[in-house]
């Protein structure tokens, strides 16, 4: 049986890992050079990357031709979710629970964030385009 891994899911951790370098590059500087407390710091850089993140996977990744103030919508709201649970609940509970560096939680915390990610956008926020021609 051939494993078919779907086109969009490719270009999605292509946007992805170029995200998570900039993020992580940013927080890094934020947490180490600057001094701001990791919470803080991983909201701030999750804010900033924010508009990359939609508008690319929007446009590219999920080939999107839906209406674009309603998926935004539904960005901004799993934006504010992903704010809340992974960068202050999540981010918290690696850090302060579980004992991870501030410097390792970030990477657990954002590579939780990949997996439910792409399965919000793919079937809820950009589910208006058919994904016929994946795998090709």
Avoid at 17 to 24: K, N, P, T
Avoid at 61 to 78: I, N, R, T
Avoid at 91 to 112: G, H, N, Q, W, Y
Avoid at 115 to 120: A, G, K, R
Wanted: hydrophobic content about 50%.
């Amino acid at each position: 049986m051939r494993l078919r891994i779907e086109r969009s899911f490719i270009r999605y951790l292509v946007v992805g890992g170029s995200a998570f370098i900039v993020e992580y590059l940013s927080y890094l500087f934020l947490l180490k050079v600057l001094k701001i407390n990791y919470v803080h710091a991983s909201i701030i850089v999750y804010s900033i990357i924010f508009w990359f993140v939609f508008y690319t996977n929007r446009r590219w990744s999920f080939e999107s031709d839906g209406a674009m103030l309603p998926q935004l919508l539904k960005y901004v709201l799993l934006f504010a979710f992903n704010n809340l649970v992974g960068n202050v609940v999540l981010l918290r509970f690696l850090t302060e629970t579980l004992k991870i560096s501030d410097v390792i939680s970030p990477i657990i915390k954002m590579a939780c964030i990949v997996v439910w990610n792409y399965f919000i956008y793919k079937h809820i926020i950009y589910r208006s385009r058919t994904y016929e021609n994946d795998g090709k």
